[in-house]
């Protein structure tokens, strides 16, 4: 006998004396509690086996050999098309036989398995039953959990980064690589995020996106999912615009891989091609100059300038047009206010104002062809008076590429009389659109419409000859221009849309 705690002693010897006297089989029609009873239970109350095992054999033990023939229940509490028992339950009941002498009871379990995420599956075996001669333990059921042996598949974008065309209306196709056929069904969110992009207005995706999400569907056996993004053409000068595409979240047969970004630029025809800029200067100075153009009309709306000499300077110049896209101001860099003034479809003046203070001022003179032919600058002096400052002559050759710039001084004194100071001059131009003049006489007149491959400077009795030399790029855009004299060269780099 075990060791029996006092208060039960008197009990359990009462007890003993009697099962000595009636260990004979003669009475075994007597009530079980009576007689030498054994007792059954599970061997744990939890366990978990894997979908894919064959027979699983769980036993219950007999503390105490089985006494008498019987048979111990167990209800069965489950989905059961979920697995196979031995032997088999009908109606939820399991019928364990129990012969004299058993030290356990058994039964065994085959999972469905297949190949498909189908999830756990969770059986209950409850004792529901003992017969004579056989009582219940401590661990009355046992909560049996199938696990499933499927994992869901990887998804990854194929690549990280496309590009189409505003005007390819009928989209384009993206796709997400699944690392192994879905085993089973699922889910794969996307999301669709921009600064610049609106949904509906300048996109639209297939499957459609709702509040930025793209659900896609995952069946049995996929290998790939794809979406649709359809850009919206419009008239705009909206430029280059990123739509950020990322695999949000990922349920059933599919889980998230580490590619889960994709971005997709939607390029914008109006604005392609279009100049944006040039930097020049080396590492001691430089010059940078942006374009930002109008949405609508696609006009330039504003020069970003930078100027490192090597201190840096920078601001941005908005331009003003009337109704008819005359150029007709410019606020600089939020100070200064310039005015045009417009005769006969061209500029004649040019004022800067400094706090509605006239500051300078430029008179512009064409040619019979059309061209800016002379310009003349006026400057307030300390004594208020506004003397002329320079005077610019500018010839042309007959295509309209400028061929010299001549700049004098008046003579002081003396009434129209003029000192010439410096020239430039453009000995050569080659037949290739020019969208950086180097002349810049007004904002809106091209004065370089060619690539020019020469460049002298004569000033203060010197003449230098630059060579000026081209890098362009598919589209026949200059890229880069090397101006060379001598052993010192200078490089200015352009940039478009
Ligand atoms: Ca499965
Ligand atoms: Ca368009
Ligand atoms: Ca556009």
Redesign the pocket.
């Known amino acids: 006998m075990k060791k029996i705690k006092k208060p039960y002693l008197l009990s359990a010897l009462l007890l003993a004396t009697f099962v000595m006297a009636c260990h004979d089989d003669t009475i075994t029609d007597e009530p079980a509690v009576k007689g030498k009873t054994s007792s059954v239970q599970f061997q744990s109350v939890e366990l978990a086996i894997a979908e894919n095992v064959k027979d699983y054999i769980i036993k219950l033990p007999l503390a105490g050999k089985a006494t008498k023939a019987g048979e111990i229940i167990i209800r069965v509490n489950a989905a059961k098309s979920a697995f196979d028992l031995k032997p088999a339950a009908p109606e939820d009941n399991l019928h364990l036989p129990v012969a004299v002498n058993d030290e356990s009871v058994q039964f065994s379990i085959t999972p469905k398995d297949n190949t498909i995420i189908d999830g756990d599956v969770v059986v209950e075996f409850t004792i529901a039953q003992t017969s004579e001669g056989i009582v219940l333990g401590d661990k009355k059921s046992l909560k049996l959990t199938i696990t499933d042996n499927e994992i869901p598949t990887t998804a990854n974008f194929s690549i990280d980064k496309t590009s189409i065309k505003?005007?390819v209306t009928n989209g384009i196709e993206l796709s997400i690589t699944l690392s192994a056929p879905a085993p089973g069904t699922g889910t794969l969110n996307v999301s669709a995020q921009s600064d610049l992009l609106v949904y509906n207005h300048n996109y639209i995706t297939q499957p459609a996106a709702e509040n930025g999400i793209l659900t896609l569907p995952v069946k049995e056996g996929d290998t790939q999912l794809s979406f649709r993004i359809l850009p919206v053409?419009?008239?705009?000068f909206n430029g280059s615009r990123e739509l950020k595409l990322s695999l949000t979240t990922a349920e059933g047969a599919v889980s998230r891989g580490l590619n889960k970004e994709h971005t997709l630029t939607i390029t914008?025809?109006?604005l392609s091609s279009k100049p944006k800029g040039y930097t020049s200067g080396d590492g001691f100075w430089s010059v940078k100059r942006e374009y930002v153009y109008d949405e609508v009309s696609g006009r330039i709306k504003e020069v970003h300038w930078e100027q490192n000499t090597p201190g840096t300077l920078k601001g941005v110049d908005h331009y003003q047009y009337d109704n008819s896209g005359k150029l007709i101001g410019m606020k600089l860099n939020a100070v200064d206010q310039v005015v045009f003034t417009w005769e006969e479809n061209r500029i004649v003046k040019k004022e800067r104002f400094r706090e509605n203070v006239l500051k300078e001022y430029s008179l512009y003179g064409y040619d019979q062809a059309g061209n800016i032919g002379e310009v003349s600058d006026y400057y307030v002096q300390k004594d208020g008076s506004m003397p002329m400052s320079f005077r610019f002559v500018y010839l042309y050759y007959n295509d309209g590429n400028l061929y010299k710039q001549l700049t004098y001084q008046p003579i002081e004194g003396k009434d129209e009389e003029y000192v010439l100071i410096s020239t430039k001059t453009y000995e050569h131009y080659i037949n290739i659109s020019n969208p950086f003049t180097m002349v810049n006489i007004l904002p809106n007149v091209n004065s370089q419409p060619n690539l020019a491959t020469t460049y002298r400077i004569e000033a203060n009795g010197t003449n230098t000859l630059y060579e000026l030399s081209y890098e362009l790029d598919e589209e026949g855009k200059p890229i880069r221009r090397t101006a060379r004299s001598g052993n010192t060269s200078e490089k200015v780099s352009y940039y478009y849309y």
């Open positions: 505003e005007t053409d419009d008239a705009r914008d025809d109006e």
